[in-house]
């Protein structure tokens, strides 16, 4: 931004102001079901078509549809018969139900939860809070409840968080060989998908799960099988009850939930609880130390003031905050992904 072309003309600002629109454009597409369609049809549909068999009207897919080809999510064919649409092979792979990639969970968290929260960003700057209240009348003062308000809020969190780990789960967890720990406990892991990663990805490893029983409950019944026996379960709040011991504790976007102190204090309790030798992996999206980026990270930490009561961190920040719990040999490796790793050792 401020090259001469844009000072002549503001396409950058232009491009700012609408990219909302870009956004909910792709939410709209995904909710209307419409790469799914597309992709179990096996063939290009004309606009007409798609509107009839997902019950929408024939001018508002039509142009649906257009905007996805401009946004390169759909590709389009000029026939005799007339316009013919099919997906392309990023939507596919992410845009689909069926994909193991699958990014819809987290879009639709996206667009029914995290958009309604930013409209009140303003207010969020202003006072410094997140607007759970505002948005959805339940109280600020404890995120998670408002995040878990229902079940049905909660179980699409946890969909769309597991939606996050089937792309950068692999990365985060081998940015360091952590074979050497067999036992390891999963703070806060929520669906499991990162769990399930790491047995994948250690085969001599166990994980346990560590969240609130009704996360617990939800994770058993709807995304851990029965028969993965190198995962278990261990219910409470790992800022009012005990945590059990391991040799590896995994945060995986829990930090940036809170604020320092909360941070010192949970980290103080890992460090209480970990084995001698042990060690701690935070999985967090890192800031640059000069504040020049990464984008995405800082449009994440408006997010956690806009929902939490955190913020992102740098790796500085970070290995601070691990050391003031007693933590040493402190590493940090960037996947360049959204998000990294840091480890702590005890």
Not at 106 to 117: G, P, Q, R, W
Not at 270 to 294: F, I, M, Q
Request: aromatic share 10%; hydrophobic share 35%.
């Amino acid at each position: 931004m401020g090259s001469t072309e844009d000072l002549d003309y503001p396409q950058t600002i232009l491009q700012y102001s609408s990219g909302f629109l870009v956004s909910k454009v792709m939410f709209t597409a995904s909710e209307l079901g419409v790469f799914d369609l597309l992709l179990e049809s096996g063939e290009p549909l004309s606009s007409d078509a798609i509107a009839a068999r997902l019950g929408t009207s024939t001018t508002g897919m039509e142009r649906l549809l257009d905007a996805c080809v401009g946004l390169k999510l759909l590709a389009v064919e000029l026939t005799q018969e007339g316009a013919l649409y099919r997906n392309t092979e990023i939507s596919n792979i992410y845009l689909t139900k069926s994909s193991p990639k699958s990014q819809y969970h987290i879009m639709m968290y996206y667009s029914n939860t995290v958009y309604l929260c930013w409209h009140y960003l303003a207010d969020a700057v202003r006072e410094g809070r997140n607007q759970y209240e505002r948005v959805f009348g339940v109280s600020s003062e404890d995120p998670f409840g408002a995040m878990y308000r229902s079940e049905e809020e909660m179980l699409k969190f946890m969909a769309g968080q597991n939606s996050v780990w089937s792309i950068c789960g692999r990365d985060v967890l081998s940015a360091f060989d952590l074979s050497p720990f067999r036992q390891i406990c999963d703070l806060g892991g929520g669906g499991g998908a990162l769990a399930q990663e790491c047995v994948s990805l250690y085969p001599n490893s166990t994980v346990t799960i560590y969240d609130l029983p009704k996360v617990v409950q939800v994770a058993k019944e709807q995304f851990i099988p029965p028969e993965e026996h190198r995962i278990t379960f261990h219910e409470g709040d790992f800022f009012n009850n005990s945590i059990p011991e391991a040799e590896l504790y995994i945060l995986s976007k829990i930090l940036h939930d809170w604020d320092d102190d909360k941070c010192r204090q949970l980290l103080a309790k890992v460090y209480k609880a970990c084995k001698p030798g042990g060690g701690v992996l935070l999985v967090e999206s890192l800031l640059n130390e000069d504040k020049s980026g990464p984008l995405e990270t800082q449009l994440y930490s408006m997010n956690m003031l806009v929902q939490t009561e955190g913020k992102e961190r740098t790796a500085a920040e970070y290995s601070k905050l691990l050391e003031a719990a007693g933590f040493g040999e402190v590493q940090v490796k960037r996947t360049g992904k959204l998000y990294d790793a840091v480890l702590g050792r005890k």
